[in-house]
């Protein structure tokens, strides 16, 4: 990293951030936050997940004199961002953090890189900084300024309040007097904003608020007609997406484990997330899920807070969330590389009534609060215009549904309307009929004519009205209910529980119908491909083989240097270098988000694959044009023997060839069997038991062919399996054969 070209008396931001990270431009302010921050001007920032918060103090930090402090909540993340810091420096140093989890020397070690002036920042937890000797050690230090993540949780109205969070104004004061800060948060109401300025005794701060638009997401809400229909949808979801990583969000710890092992079951690399998991479990699912060796995390809301995954394809609800704020977090989770996510949820009122249930024995002023938010995801849910235009209305800002680009299911598809007069009129005069004394299961369970044992014990089976909707279905009714309530025709009497009453508008109604038009609900059984979007913004030249190389290249380097793959190069610079064909170092800096530090560091096998790949398949570099080839015999030979020299694991190596197991292995066989090494030691040992291992090798050896049926029909006994042969054979062949 080239600290020095930072500095100058006038600081060109676009060039540092080119060299700094690799990107050609800045995205929504964060131009102007950095210029305040470089100012040296108190600053407030009120930025969406996945807007880029983290750039706006690492990179002032980077070319600033001294050390900047981020304080952070989430002692899980900042290993995280240091990780990622370093990733594009070629200084180790140039990042620490400084939490509990350190022992005495690493303490001592951090200290002093930042004594010496190579560190630019340091992720502290609040209650390390509190301590005295840390307050001592800041105030004899060079500290360019303080940056305050997560700042709501300074707030008791933000939804994680933090005490310690509450000290941070002493702390700072404790350092410096006049010492610059930025507070940084992702979702603010007012109150919470004042809250956070008068906290931090911000100085007349320069505030900047980024639109909550996520525009690389998709917004989509299926119907929830019954727990199997909806599982086998999410299935055939999620096979449109294989190998994609994504999360599903489920409300109870049993339906984690449930729904992971049906994903299992249909070959999905799924498991499940919850809170009741001890704590070394969670973070190797964590770790597992950002390695990329599981695709599908399904989850309860427990997971996400440390979760920075840039390319999570899709963020699945399989109830829906009990507020908006929570469904616009959770799909947050989603594109924040800027690539497209897809945020399906999916929706039955029968959800909602569990919900409530669980407010049941709530305080009254809570169960309102409750109940309001509840209310505000039903009519989201619901709503038949656009589902952007709604989500930012929640957020107090203001967007035209034409801007929306049909990134929603209802832009995409605008529903039919259908006039319900009649039907809501017979829903009225059946809650009269029964004398204003039922809650919507009841009625809706009268109108469709179903015998439940209250119905029977009220011989309500006997009225007039009874089973008269039979024809239009449940969800038909509920859906007219819910439209009687969102119309102020019918409300629910909050003091006993859920029991439905007429509103005066809705007696007027009665006696004279006016007009009401809802829009249908759409019957998505037979839409499984249309309700798949492709998000692939990268055009026509992208060469997917070289990308699925360029990937597990990626995944097996993020192994071999313990870092999470995106850390080495981001999807997008992946897609870059699918297209453009890098053979050099010089070429590579031109690749979106491939900085020099990263270039030096992390391209090296990158550009030999390319290169190689290049030269087997004669592909023309993109100075005059792209062209793609399928891939030969030859290349998938070349292949085998690189991966497994990088101790690919063979499934994966099977599948970016696009090759079933015993295909590879018959490959592998060829192989090893013309005179080439294949070592798959790496492989065996973890799958394969020694003793298992030993028989076979020792069958090998005294075995008069090679034949893998005799080999069979001698072992199968002992519950060998052909597979289990095939491999072992390759082992044989390797080590005594050649
Ligand atoms: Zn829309």
């Not at 899709?314 to 799909?331: G, R």
């Not at 034409?402 to 006039?419: I, M």
């Not at 990937?551 to 610079?573: C, H, M, N, T, Y």
């Not at 998938?636 to 696009?658: C, F, G, Y």
Request: glycine share 6%; hydrophobic share 35%.
């Amino acid at each position: 990293m080239e600290t020095t070209a930072a500095v100058g008396a006038s600081v060109d931001l676009k060039k540092s951030l080119e060299n700094f990270f690799g990107f050609d431009n800045f995205k929504l302010n964060q131009e102007h936050i950095i210029q305040s921050v470089l100012d040296q001007k108190d600053t407030f920032v009120i930025m969406p997940t996945g807007g880029g918060k983290s750039l706006c103090y690492q990179l002032p930090a980077l070319m600033m004199e001294g050390t900047a402090l981020v304080i952070s909540p989430l002692i899980a993340l900042m290993k995280n961002q240091v990780d990622s810091i370093r990733g594009h420096s070629t200084e180790r140093s140039v990042a620490h953090f400084l939490n509990s989890s350190l022992n005495k020397t690493q303490m001592r070690e951090v200290k002093s890189d930042i004594t010496s002036g190579v560190t630019k920042l340091v992720f502290i937890a609040p209650e390390t900084l509190t301590k005295e000797e840390n307050i001592e050690f800041f105030r004899n230090s060079n500290i360019s300024f303080i940056a305050v993540d997560e700042a709501h949780c300074i707030s008791e109205w933000g939804h994680d309040f933090r005490p310690e969070y509450r000290k941070i104004r002493q702390m700072v004061k404790g350092i410096s007097d006049s010492i610059p800060v930025i507070a940084l948060t992702a979702t603010a109401t007012p109150k919470v904003q004042s809250d956070i300025i008068k906290n931090l005794e911000m100085d007349d701060p320069n505030v900047f608020v980024s639109s909550f638009n996520r525009e690389s997401l998709y917004y989509e809400i299926r119907p929830k007609v019954s727990k199997d229909q909806a599982q086998k949808e999410i299935v055939q979801f999620i096979n449109t997406k294989k190998g994609q990583s994504g999360i599903i969000y489920v409300q109870s710890r049993k339906s984690t484990e449930e729904i992971a092992k049906v994903l299992q079951l249909n070959g999905i690399n799924a498991a499940p997330y919850h809170a009741g998991l001890d704590g070394k479990l969670r973070t190797r699912v964590q770790d597992n899920f950002l390695m990329e060796d599981i695709d599908v995390i399904v989850a309860t809301i427990a997971f996400g807070m440390g979760i920075d995954k840039p390319d999570v394809r899709f963020v699945i609800h399989y109830d829906i969330p009990k507020s908006i704020e929570n469904y616009y977090q959770e799909t947050g989770r989603g594109g924040r590389d800027g690539l497209g996510s897809h945020c399906l949820s999916f929706y039955s009122y029968k959800d909602i009534l569990k919900l409530e249930k669980f407010l049941k024995d709530k305080g009254v002023a809570e169960k309102e609060l409750a109940g309001q938010l509840i209310e505000e995801i039903i009519a989201y849910a619901e709503t038949s215009s656009c589902r952007r235009q709604f989500l930012l209305h929640y957020f107090g800002e203001q967007f035209a549904a034409e801007d929306c680009g049909k990134d929603c299911d209802n832009c995409k598809h605008p529903k039919e309307k259908k006039d319900v007069t009649h039907e809501m009129h017979q829903t009225l005069t059946v809650v009269k009929e029964l004398k204003e004394n039922y809650k919507v299961k009841l009625i809706v369970d009268f109108i469709i004519g179903r015998v439940s044992k209250d119905i029977q014990t009220y011989n309500f089976d006997a009225k007039p009205g009874f089973g008269k909707g039979k024809e239009q279905g449940e969800l038909f009714w509920h859906s007219i209910l819910r439209h009687a309530i969102l119309n102020n025709l019918l409300y629910k009497e909050i003091e006993e529980y859920g029991i439905l009453r007429m509103t005066d508008k809705g007696k007027a109604f009665l006696d004279k119908p006016t007009n009401i038009e809802i829009p249908l609900n759409r019957d998505y059984s037979d839409t499984k491909g249309d309700a798949v979007i492709t998000s692939n913004t990268a055009g026509a030249a992208l060469d997917d083989n070289l990308l699925i190389m360029l990937k597990d290249l990626r995944k097996a380097e993020g192994r071999r240097l313990d870092l999470q793959p995106w850390i080495i190069f981001s999807e997008v610079s992946l897609q870059d270098m699918a297209t453009f064909y890098p053979i050099s170092k010089d070429d590579m800096m031109k690749i979106s988000g491939v900085s020099s530090g990263k270039a030096n560091k992390f391209s090296k096998p990158f550009l030999a694959l390319i290169k190689e790949y290049v030269e087997e398949n004669d592909i023309i570099r993109p100075e005059d044009f792209v062209m793609k080839q399928v891939a030969n015999k030859s290349k998938s030979k070349v292949t085998i023997i690189q991966a497994i020299d990088r101790k690919l694991p063979l499934e994966d190596l099977a599948s970016s060839l696009k090759l079933s197991m015993e295909e590879l292995l018959r490959e592998m066989n060829m192989i090893v069997t013309s005179g080439t090494k294949l070592d798959i030691n790496y492989y065996l040992n973890e799958n394969i038991d020694e003793s298992v291992i030993e028989d076979i090798f020792d069958y090998f050896n005294e075995a008069e062919s090679d034949s893998l049926e005799e080999a069979h029909k001698e072992l199968q006994e002992d519950d060998i399996t052909t597979e289990e042969i095939q491999l072992v054979k390759i082992k044989f062949l390797t080590e005594l054969a050649n």
